[in-house]
């Protein structure tokens, strides 16, 4: 490569990054350093009092604060409930489907469909399913006669509201991990399992001693979405169990907590103390990903 | 051995299609329920929420939720909203990150590989954390209550996972195809437009398709950064009506929800293989 070749590639070489590293630095590095500098001062806005800085009591004060400990607890209960079901189900549907049995494009299709759909609206569809008055499994109770089935509103009843909306959420991403793991088991050799049926392998061994073990960068890849989603999730908890003020206790999470701390109750010092809270979580799935690297690594050795 | 297969067969038809039939029905039904209750009129919602609309269907749901209803914003407005944004969000999201994306393949940058590790790191960084300091920002600069602050905004969250696809894929076109335009004499510009570009068309494609989901489908930012009515796009628009529940008839709301989904749904019935197949696509390179 001549010299000049090399230099014209250096100039533009920085003016095709321009662009993204401007837009980057702008919404990503000043608002990640203006969170911690935030987050260590009492501050209600810029139509409010001046800055106050207040050291780490914001942290004190969210360790203390029983509201935000059950929206963390929250969040867990999520996690808890996707990772479990979503990647069995998701996984399940994926080995069935992969081996087209009739009809498989339209399983495929409907348990997909509801992943393009606006996470928002599909809160405000629950919403409304969910009413006692109307709903499936409250006419399911009426009709065998089970008098707490009928009358239970279960996005209502703080014991089941999180995991009403939680049941909302898996119908809305299990088609994800599906489509995922069809892609995975696509990517694996058709002789694998071609030998694993001449030796004799029945179905359930073939899955326990050849697909899963193949799928483990699927099952990793799956893992850090559901992790990082979970802690994300804002938008079907903020309008299927929200009122004016936010979400009550029973369905808060840390999102919606600092949403409402950021924009309802105006103390943009806490918000930002539990938005470095977020990004500390968010450097587990980091981790994992790490993990995961060198598993390819030992997959390709 | 003839036994043994039909036991098996039978066992299959016996657990594996209910459970795919059932899979199947509840993945469809709330969709049902929504758009067959949005045909209904209130009344008949009550007396059966189950059943399909009675013949002819009430369109008068429709016609109001489109109207606008009691918060007096016709949907038409929110509609062309959602799809400007999407369309010039997507547009610009193409060109920088496939512009980055090139160059952090091909050429020799100073600390380039540092800089791009350090935008794969935006990957995880959670959205809500830059909320309050995007607000800040864009309320400083002036652009807060804007298009803008939505567009740049689309185009910033969906920036790392952009530009890591479009490297991985650039790195997988063969060098010699950029080199021979360079020996045709053509520019670096020129090369990446005409030549790379193209090239990369599928890999453009699937980042298309997930940042069309995302934009389209976004609540949070249009939610947090405009509150002007003027710049609402559909999801929002519909989660007004819900806020004045009450003033509105329930099968209006449910047809509000209807029109938000019918255009996602009409796409998706048109390019479900290829939605699919670039979701997959996009989710594992990412």
């Given at each position: ?5 090399r230099?014209s590639?250096k100039i533009s070489g ?5 662009p993204?590293?401007a837009?980057?630095?702008?919404t990503?590095?000043?608002p ?5 500098f935030l ?16 050291g780490?009591?914001n942290?004190t004060?969210?360790l ?7 929206s963390l607890?929250?969040n867990?209960?999520w ?17 069935l489907i992969?081996e ?9 299709n ?9 996470v928002?609206v599909?809160?405000?569809?629950f ?15 009426r009709?065998?006669g ?9 996005l209502s009843?703080?014991?089941t ?15 994800l991990?599906?489509?995922l ?11 694998m399992?071609?030998?694993?049926r ?6 359930w ?5 050849v697909?899963i073990p193949l ?5 990793a ?9 979970c ?6 908890i903020?309008?299927?169990?929200s009122i004016?003020?936010?979400?009550p206790?029973a ?6 907590y600092?949403?409402?701390e950021?924009f ?8 930002s103390?539990?938005?470095v809270?977020?990004?500390?979580i ?6 994992i990903?790490?993990r ?10 | ?11 299959r038809l ?9 899979a199947?029905?509840l993945g469809?039904?709330p969709?049902?329920w ?5 045909l209904k009129t209130?009344a ?8 399909p609309?009675?013949?002819?269907v ?6 109001n939720?489109?109207a ?7 949907l038409i ?6 799809i400007g ?7 610009l ?5 496939s512009?980055?994306?090139?160059a ?18 935006g990957?995880s960084?959670?959205?809500h ?5 995007l607000v800040?920002l864009?309320?400083?600069?002036g652009?807060?209550?804007t298009?803008f602050a939505?567009l740049?905004?689309?185009v910033a ?11 991985a894929?650039?790195?997988?076109i063969?060098e ?6 360079r020996?045709?004499?053509a520019s670096?510009?020129?090369?990446f437009?005409s030549?790379?570009l ?5 890999g453009?494609?699937t ?9 389209w489908?976004?609540f949070?930012?249009?939610?947090t950064?405009?509150s002007?009515?003027?710049?609402w796009?559909?999801?929002?628009a519909v989660?007004?009506?819900v ?7 329930f099968t209006?709301?449910?047809?509000g929800?209807a029109?938000a989904?019918a255009?996602t749904?009409?796409?998706y ?7 699919i197949?670039g979701?997959?696509?996009g989710?594992?390179?990412g």
């Amino acid at each position: 490569m001549s010299e000049a070749l090399r230099r014209s590639q250096k100039i533009s070489g920085y003016g095709f990054i321009a662009p993204a590293v401007a837009i980057y630095v702008l919404t990503f590095i000043f608002p990640i350093f203006y969170t911690v500098f935030l987050s260590l001062f009492a501050w209600r806005g810029v139509a409010g009092t001046p800055m106050e800085y207040v050291g780490l009591a914001n942290y004190t004060g969210l360790l203390s604060d029983s509201f935000f400990w059950d929206s963390l607890e929250n969040n867990i209960i999520w996690f808890g409930l996707h990772v479990t079901i979503q990647l069995s189900l998701g996984f399940i549907f994926a080995v069935l489907i992969y081996e087209r049995p009739r009809g498989w494009l339209i399983y495929r299709n409907a348990v997909f469909m509801p992943v393009v759909i606006s996470v928002a609206v599909v809160g405000m569809m629950f919403q409304k399913i969910y009413n006692p008055l109307l709903s499936p499994i409250n006419e399911l109770g009426r009709i065998i006669g089970w008098e707490w089935l009928a009358k239970s509103g279960f996005l209502s009843n703080p014991q089941t509201a999180i995991y009403a909306c939680g049941v909302v959420s898996l119908w809305r991403w299990t088609g994800l991990t599906m489509v995922l793991f069809i892609a995975g088991l696509q990517a694996i050799s058709p002789e694998m399992f071609e030998s694993a049926r001449i030796c004799g392998a029945t179905r359930w061994q073939t899955l326990r001693h050849v697909t899963i073990p193949l799928l483990k960068p699927i099952f990793a890849v799956n893992l850090v979405n559901i992790l990082t989603g979970c802690f994300q999730v804002f938008d079907l908890i903020w309008v299927m169990a929200s009122i004016e003020t936010g979400p009550p206790r029973a369905t808060s999470v840390l999102s919606t907590y600092l949403y409402v701390e950021a924009f309802k109750t105006h103390s943009l010092g806490v918000a930002s103390a539990i938005g470095v809270f977020e990004l500390l979580i968010a450097f587990i799935p980091v981790l994992i990903l790490l993990r995961v690297m060198k598993i390819h690594q030992l997959a390709w050795r | 051995m003839r036994v043994k297969i039909t036991r098996n067969t039978l066992i299959r038809l016996l657990t594996e299609y209910p459970f795919l039939w059932l899979a199947t029905l509840l993945g469809i039904f709330p969709l049902y329920w929504l758009i067959s209750n949005s045909l209904k009129t209130e009344a008949a919602l009550f007396a059966n929420p189950l059943a399909p609309p009675s013949w002819p269907v009430v369109t008068g749901n429709w016609l109001n939720a489109w109207a606008g209803g009691p918060v007096n914003t016709p949907l038409i407005r929110p509609l062309l909203n959602s799809i400007g944004l999407t369309f010039s969000a997507v547009a610009l999201i193409l060109i920088i990150s496939s512009a980055a994306g090139y160059a952090f393949s091909r050429f020799q940058i100073y600390g380039g590989n540092l800089i791009f590790s350090f935008i794969i790191m935006g990957l995880s960084v959670p959205i809500h954390a830059t909320l309050v300091p995007l607000v800040v920002l864009y309320n400083f600069i002036g652009i807060l209550d804007t298009y803008f602050a939505l567009l740049l905004t689309f185009v910033a969250v969906n920036l790392p996972f952009s530009v890591l696809l479009m490297r991985a894929y650039f790195v997988s076109i063969p060098e010699e195809i950029a080199e021979s335009a360079r020996i045709d004499g053509a520019s670096e510009v020129r090369t990446f437009w005409s030549i790379m570009l193209p090239v990369a068309r599928p890999g453009l494609i699937t980042m298309a398709i997930m940042n069309f989901l995302f934009v389209w489908n976004d609540f949070l930012y249009s939610y947090t950064l405009v509150s002007s009515r003027e710049f609402w796009t559909l999801p929002r628009a519909v989660y007004a009506f819900v806020g004045v529940y009450g003033l509105f008839s329930f099968t209006s709301l449910l047809a509000g929800m209807a029109i938000a989904v019918a255009p996602t749904l009409i796409i998706y019935f048109i390019f479900s293989k290829q939605l699919i197949s670039g979701v997959a696509a996009g989710a594992l390179k990412g």
